[in-house]
């Protein structure tokens, strides 16, 4: 398991170590450099799987859109080189550097590998499910969706979810982990891939039957919803609303990532309602405890107290020291750029600083003096 990630020169930050942990969780303003913390994993992962490769590409690979190396090499980095390091909790150290093309190429969507090690943590460089990442523009609701030519053992939802229908035409009977099972029942039928995304997404969005299809000879696939009781015909997905079709990759991703992996998602919450928000934080905690690596990007309050609540309950069985919370400042915010606070026994937090998901009680507190009475 991945325990620190440092960034030098990296995007806005010049010198940047982050603990991380079995559920790490990034929030705070936006273009703090949440994402930036993703990103950073996505190229190591890129350089690690392309050992013998001179550059790595900064767009167009592993859903990376950075631009040129002027775009992710600190403007103020006297030697135009970026590092990317991780450690784990052996003690162990990986660093990837890179650097420009060249002054006179700065444009280039590619950069010159430096240094690198001379092996790689597994989850960071292994397909799917040992590694996947969802980012926080998925795809809506498709009357089609892709399908993809990688091995079936090692399908992977995609990064936008355009692969979610494939896996669950392909692998719809494989078996759920038991720590990750919805059901209290153990039987076969009610473990497999498909049971269980139908049973946690009844608790995060609503009741829904799935059924996946992939087409013979064709790179098609489709899915479909039924409400379960009821005498209703399949429903195509565009009318099946947003919450389903952005919930759902995040769901079976998480179903199907192996023990010792690293799962990256951004805005879980999207599209969701408050309480299907605190489910998927509670759903996600429980995937966390059940031996996968999760890096969160949130902006919900709702999937932060669903994380609190599994803590402190114990059906996630995620202890307070396997969750870290990272609060990314503003570049023009007082204060450390990025302020780490973690979860005690009993869901409190260990600070809560300006900014921190208090809107709520900014609000509350503004419209209370607009009632007042005037003098």
């Given at each position: 398991?991945?325990s620190?990630?440092r960034?030098?020169?990296f995007?806005r930050?010049r010198?940047?170590?982050?603990k991380?942990a079995?559920l ?18 996505l190229?190591?992962r ?5 050992p ?6 900064l767009?167009?690979?592993?859903a990376l859109?950075?631009?040129?190396a002027?775009?992710v090499?600190?403007?103020?980095a006297?030697d135009e ?13 990986w660093?990837?550097?890179f650097?420009?093309t ?5 444009r280039?969507?590619?950069a010159?590998v430096v240094?690198?090690?001379?092996d790689?943590p597994?989850?960071l ?15 809506g ?6 399908a993809s ?8 939802v995609?990064s936008?979810?355009?692969?979610v ?5 392909s692998?719809d009977?494989?078996?759920v982990r038991p720590?990750?099972i919805e059901s209290?029942?153990a039987?076969?039928?009610?473990a ?5 995304t139908?049973s946690?997404?009844?608790k995060?969005?609503r009741p829904?039957?799935?059924e ?7 790179s098609v696939t ?6 379960p ?6 429903t195509?997905a565009?009318?099946a609303?947003f919450?389903?079709?952005y ?6 991703a998480a ?7 690293l799962l990256?998602?951004?805005n879980p ?12 934080g ?12 999760i890096f969160l990007?949130?902006h919900s309050?709702h999937?932060?107290?669903?994380i ?6 114990g ?8 969750v870290?919370?990272?609060f990314f400042?503003a ?5 450390p ?5 973690v ?5 409190q937090?260990?600070?809560?600083p300006?900014g921190?998901?208090?809107q709520a009680?900014?609000d509350?507190g ?8 005037k003098k």
């Amino acid at each position: 398991m991945i325990s620190g990630i440092r960034l030098e020169n990296f995007k806005r930050f010049r010198d940047l170590s982050l603990k991380v942990a079995e559920l790490t969780v990034l929030t705070g303003a936006n273009g703090a450099g949440k994402t930036s913390v993703f990103h950073s994993l996505l190229l190591a992962r890129q350089m690690a799987r392309q050992p013998d490769r001179s550059h790595v590409e900064l767009s167009g690979v592993d859903a990376l859109e950075l631009g040129s190396a002027e775009d992710v090499i600190h403007r103020e980095a006297s030697d135009e080189l970026a590092a990317v390091e991780v450690f784990d909790l052996e003690g162990r150290r990986w660093r990837w550097s890179f650097r420009s093309t060249g002054s006179s190429d700065m444009r280039s969507l590619n950069a010159i590998v430096v240094d690198r090690p001379d092996d790689y943590p597994e989850a960071l460089a292994e397909p799917a499910p040992r590694f996947c990442y969802l980012r926080a523009e998925r795809l809506g609701p498709r009357d089609a969706l892709s399908a993809s030519a990688a091995n079936v053992a090692e399908l992977d939802v995609g990064s936008r979810g355009e692969y979610v229908a494939q896996v669950l035409a392909s692998l719809d009977r494989s078996r759920v982990r038991p720590g990750r099972i919805e059901s209290s029942s153990a039987e076969t039928q009610l473990a497999s891939l498909r049971h269980q995304t139908e049973s946690w997404m009844a608790k995060i969005v609503r009741p829904t039957q799935i059924e996946a299809e992939w087409f013979p000879d064709t790179s098609v696939t489709r899915l479909r919803f039924k409400t379960p009781g009821l005498r209703s015909e399949w429903t195509r997905a565009p009318n099946a609303g947003f919450g389903i079709s952005y919930a759902l990759p995040i769901v079976v991703a998480a179903l199907r990532a192996e023990a010792g992996g690293l799962l990256l998602v951004e805005n879980p919450e999207a599209h969701l309602h408050p309480a299907g928000q605190s489910m998927i934080g509670r759903f996600l905690a429980r995937v966390a405890a059940d031996g996968v690596q999760i890096f969160l990007e949130t902006h919900s309050d709702h999937v932060l107290n669903g994380i609190r609540l599994a803590v402190v309950d114990g059906t996630a069985a995620l202890l307070p020291e396997q969750v870290v919370i990272h609060f990314f400042r503003a570049e023009d915010d007082e204060g450390p750029p990025v302020q780490s606070l973690v979860v005690k026994e009993t869901g409190q937090l260990s600070g809560w600083p300006a900014g921190f998901f208090d809107q709520a009680q900014v609000d509350l507190g503004t419209l209370a003096s607009k009632r007042r009475p005037k003098k």
